[in-house]
C-alpha cells in the first residue's frame, strides 16, 4: 500500500525556517517524481515544488522561490521542503503527492497523497 | 502562468441529480488537465487525466471531457459520497495550476 506521511508542520514566527519531511512507502521511491502542494486555510489547492527522481530536475512556485528548497534522500525514501523567510501568506496544509507515472517520463499530475502537515506562520 | 477558472464556485444538488463542472483554461492546454475531488480534511483523490480519463477505481458515474481551453467535470447520478470539492489542475507546463475550486453541496 502506497503511504506518505508528513511532518514538522508547526508554529513558527515570520522570517523563521522550518523544515518539513515527507516518509514514503509502499513503492520505489527513487522512481517517482515528487511534489509538494499546500492549501491556506478555507482556500484551494496551491503547487509549490517538484522534484525529479534522480533531483536532476527541480521546479518551483514563484511564490516560493529562492525562499524554499526541495529536495529528497531515495536512499531512506524520503522528501524534504526547506522553508526560510517564512511568511504569514505561508501558512497552509502542505501535502506531499506523488507523480502519477515512474521513470523518466513525468505526468504532473498526482494519484497519491499524504494527510498533510499544518505551517502557521504568525507572530 | 496559466489560470484555471471553475464555475460554478459553488451549487446545492440532490442525489440522483447530474451535475456538470466547468474549469476554463486562460490558454490552450491540449488534454492535460486532471481533476480532484477533496472532502474536509482529507487529501485530494485523484478522479479523471488527461481530460477524461478515469483513474483506476473511480465510479463510471464520472466523467470528464473538454480540451483546448474549456473542460467539464460531470456527475451522472450525484451519490451522498460525492458532496465534496473538485479541483481541475492544468499539467501542460510549469508552474502547475489549479483552480479555485467547485463546492458541491447537499440540497
Known sequence: E???VESGGGLVKPGGSLRLS???SGFTFSSYSMNWVRQAPGKGLEWVSSISSSSSYIYYADSVKGRFTI???NAKNSLFLQMNSLRVEDTAVYY????SSSGDYVNNYFDYWGQGTLVTVSS | AIRMTQSPSSFSASTGDRVTITCRASQGISSYLAWYQQKPG???KLLIYAASTLQSGVPSR???SGSGTDFTLTISCLQSEDFATYYCQQYYTYPLTFG???KVEIK
Open chain 1, 2 to 4: 502506497v503511504q506518505l
Open chain 2, 100 to 102: 479555485g475550486g467547485t
Open chain 1, 71 to 73: 529536495s529528497r534522500d
Open chain 1, 96 to 99: 506531499c503527492a506523488r507523480d
Open chain 1, 22 to 24: 515527507c516518509a514514503a
Open chain 2, 62 to 64: 464520472f466523467s470528464g
Open chain 2, 42 to 44: 482529507k487529501a485530494p
